[in-house]
């Protein structure tokens, strides 16, 4: 199982990537919704994303309680070491 640090990197280039913005500008700490522009189609299809990576089922209601990319990384962490 990867330690935070790794999960944070990978998750990271994840949703870079589905959301077409350099590595660079995504921080950990920033609002997936209000500073990295995500709704919740494009929330679906990086709980999909991660669903498919690490072999894990995200709960869509989870969405509304995960704002940053720590939120998600914790969660995704949370529900690997289960």
Same mark, same amino acid.
């Given at each position: 199982?990867?330690d935070k640090?790794v999960? *944070?990197r $990978?998750?990271? $280039?994840?949703v870079? #990537?589905i959301i077409?913005?350099?590595? @660079?500008?995504i921080?950990?700490?920033a609002?997936?919704?209000?500073?990295?522009g995500?709704?919740?189609?494009v929330?679906v @299809?990086i709980?999909?994303?991660i669903d #498919?990576?690490?072999?894990? @089922?995200v709960p @869509?209601? #989870?969405?509304r309680? %995960?704002? *940053?990319?720590?939120?998600?990384v914790? *969660? %995704?962490?949370?529900?690997?070491?289960?």
């Open positions: 199982m990867p640090n999960l *944070t $990978e998750i990271s $280039e994840l870079a #990537k077409k913005l350099p590595l @660079e500008k921080n950990p700490q609002n997936l919704f209000n500073d990295l995500i709704d919740s189609l929330g @299809e709980f999909a994303a #498919k990576k690490y072999r894990i @089922e @869509e209601n #989870k969405l309680s %995960v704002q *940053t990319i720590a939120d998600l914790a *969660t %995704v962490q949370g529900m690997l070491n289960k």
